[in-house]
């Protein structure tokens, strides 16, 4: 039981009377009230920061920088791309089967730009399946992909497009002179090409002598052996192409 001092006689008396025991005064019994000096400023200053906190953390989001939308695509969207666009050159593209791009080879070139070597199954017009095998070189900056050129590596043939010329070696490399001879389309021409042994990036039989792809003829540079076909650039990029027996 609580006691408090008497307002009238000042004497104790018991928070639970009605009247003081002493001097029959009617006790006054205390009451609880809020700090007004820190209180109030309290719940005031809360009433304003709170609302400010929430604006900022709204603004905060709304511009955080968002990812940007040119990204490189990897090896495996650069073949989806190519795949979709070769199908385009087929004659039944809804039967094209091309293997798992895992398994196909893919090479980044640079400046967007990839080269793959793969093969497609599909059937012609008499809906007989046949395969081709093919290297391809696609443009993708991550937004928009483009074929540059699709190559028949059976036969040969360019399906779509042009090959651009490769860099060709500096004399300093080749440790000799580069020269451009003037060839003439006769049995005697320097480039003609006598076979090929091992099929396909094998070795070609030229004027006698065994070469492998990358080596000189005559200043002429061999960019490509296929299976019955050798491929020569010269310094100035200009691309030549010949066949067994020719």
């Not at 006691?3 to 008396?13: A, S």
């Not at 039967?95 to 070139?109: E, I, L, M, S, Y």
């Not at 021409?189 to 080596?215: H, W």
């Amino acid at each position: 039981m609580a006691l408090l001092e008497c307002h009238e006689c000042g004497k104790d008396v018991s928070t639970e009377a009605k009247q003081c025991i002493n001097c029959g005064a009617k006790v006054r019994k205390p009451s609880i009230q809020v700090s007004s000096a820190v209180g109030w400023k309290t719940i005031v200053a809360a009433c304003f920061i709170i609302p400010i906190i929430i604006w900022f953390s709204i603004q905060g989001n709304m511009q955080a920088p968002q990812p940007s939308a040119s990204i490189a695509p990897t090896s495996i969207e650069a073949c989806v791309s190519a795949e979709e666009l070769i199908k385009l050159l087929l004659q039944s593209p809804a039967t094209a089967k091309f293997p798992f791009c895992g398994d196909q080879r893919v090479v980044n070139v640079g400046n967007n730009k990839w080269q793959i070597s793969s093969y497609v199954d599909s059937e012609n017009g008499f809906s007989a399946l046949l395969r081709m095998n093919y290297t391809a070189l696609l443009e993708d900056d991550g937004k928009n992909a483009s074929l540059i050129y699709l190559k028949n590596d059976d036969t040969g043939e360019i399906l779509w497009g042009a090959i651009p010329a490769p860099n060709v070696p500096t004399s300093d490399e080749q440790n000799q002179q580069y020269t451009i001879p003037q060839v003439e389309q006769s049995n005697n021409d320097p480039l003609t090409v006598s076979g090929i042994i091992g099929g396909e990036k094998a070795t070609a039989v030229i004027g006698g002598k065994f070469y492998k792809q990358g080596g000189l003829v005559n200043g002429y540079k061999i960019i490509q052996i296929g299976s019955n076909y050798v491929e020569y650039v010269d310094k100035n990029g200009h691309v030549l192409h010949r066949k067994i027996g020719q």
